[in-house]
């Protein structure tokens, strides 16, 4: 990406030289949407892992939109396959000093850098329930 963005950053500066200073190339989005039914996705890698977006628009309004955050990949449960996300897989054999105040699962989810507000529910091996913990995210915002 680095090396295309020089390659941009070089025919900018080129048509910045010869006196082209738009940055913008106007459309009409009515007159390009108007009557048509339109889709669009795009996926990248963020530093939290895969990101997705996709779009439905009809008749020149945003009919359906959805984004997919890393979060929520690394957060989901266990996929069609039974096998684990990536939290839950995280914390298979973590030991805790406390399992009152399980502060050794609580920062194995902080180091995901949740971009979710989510509880963490502390289970034994049976499935009863020890406890729930609020996990915020870090800082009190959230940059996907």
Not at 68 to 87: E, F, H, I, L, Q
Request: glycine share 10%; net charge negative; aromatic share 10%.
């Amino acid at each position: 990406m680095v090396d295309v963005m020089q390659e941009w950053l070089t025919e900018l500066s080129k048509n910045v030289a010869a006196g082209d200073l738009s940055t913008w190339t106007e459309y009409d989005f009515d007159r390009l949407t108007k009557g048509k039914e339109l889709k669009g996705y795009g996926l990248t890698e963020a530093p939290r892992g895969a990101l997705g977006h996709w779009i439905r628009i009809k008749d020149g309004i945003v009919e359906n939109y959805q984004a997919v955050v890393p979060s929520t990949w690394n957060g989901a449960p266990r996929d069609y396959k039974n096998r684990m996300g990536a939290y839950e897989a995280s914390l298979i054999g973590t030991p805790m000093s406390n399992p009152d105040q399980p502060l050794e699962i609580l920062r194995t989810i902080h180091s995901f850098d949740p971009c979710i507000a989510c509880a963490v529910h502390v289970i034994d091996a049976k499935g009863k329930e020890l406890g729930v913990y609020k996990v915020e995210p870090i800082g009190g915002f959230c940059n996907v």
